[in-house]
């Protein structure tokens, strides 16, 4: 899972198995997350989000479960292949302050994934 | 090309001088956000902007200066470089949803070394 300091979580798979990734998040009045994969060279490219209203959402061979009990969030990957090798990261948002529309996104560390053929 | 670009993706500059990165989004959104990518920080937010003319400080604004003089600009602009600011910039836009939380998108990224 995600983790403060200089040396990022990793998690290995070989091709085809399911990958689970996890995220612990800070702010209880968070109520909105999103995962984020980050190909080396490249700027963050969106997944999948969440809203605190819900426990679980399906995207394309991706799955985020929240558990707002324990302040964790993880994504799933089914059939992991070659090119979901990334930096994977959790932002939440803790809401826009005063009413405003916009809230501003707070990341984890990181988490690198590989897969091997 | 629809979507968010950044300029230039590699620069070298040496310490005191001044730089500015462009950011260019074209789908009009008016969200506009600054980040920066160290090793053992993740993404930082430098500086953000509601719409045209609209700006306010993240969590680390010291040494940078933005302007929003167009909804689709959002330049960033170190008015005096220091080797601590060495780092991968990255830009985002998102569209704004009523009540917060919003799909940011990002550019590519700017690689920037201070000698």
């Known amino acids: 899972g995600e983790s403060v300091g200089l040396h990022l979580p990793t998690l290995s798979v070989q091709e085809g198995d399911n990958s689970i990734i996890n995220c612990a998040y800070s702010?209880?009045?968070?109520?909105?997350f999103i995962w984020y994969k980050q190909e080396s060279g490249k700027g963050p490219q969106f997944i999948i989000d969440?809203?605190?209203?819900?426990d679980k959402r399906q995207g394309q061979r991706v799955t985020v479960l929240l558990n707002k009990t324990v302040k964790h969030l993880s994504l799933q990957i089914a059939a992991t292949q070659p090119g979901d090798s990334a930096v994977y990261f959790c932002?939440?948002?803790?809401?826009?302050?005063?009413?405003?529309?916009?809230?501003?996104?707070?990341f984890g560390q990181g988490t690198i994934l590989t897969v091997h053929p | 090309d629809a979507g968010i670009t950044q300029s230039p993706r590699y620069k070298i500059t040496e310490t005191g001088r001044q730089v500015t990165l462009m950011c260019h989004q074209t789908?009009?959104?008016?969200?506009m956000f600054w980040y920066r990518q160290d090793l053992g920080h993740g993404l930082r937010l430098i500086y953000y902007?509601?719409?045209?003319?609209?700006?306010d400080k993240g969590e680390v604004p010291d040494g940078y200066v933005v302007s929003r003089s167009k909804t689709e600009n959002f330049p960033l602009t170190l008015e005096s470089a220091t080797r601590s600011q060495t780092s991968v910039y990255f830009c985002?836009?998102?569209?704004?949803?009523?009540?917060?939380?919003?799909?940011?998108?990002f550019g590519p990224g700017t690689r920037l070394t201070v000698l």
């Open positions: 789908w009009s959104h008016s969200y």
């Open positions: 902007s509601a719409a045209a003319d609209i700006t």
């Open positions: 969440i809203r605190s209203n819900m």
């Open positions: 702010n209880s009045a968070s109520d909105y």
């Open positions: 985002a836009s998102e569209f704004g949803l009523a009540g917060g939380g919003g799909v940011q998108f």
């Open positions: 932002a939440e948002n803790i809401g826009g302050a005063g009413g405003t529309s916009y809230g501003k996104l707070t």
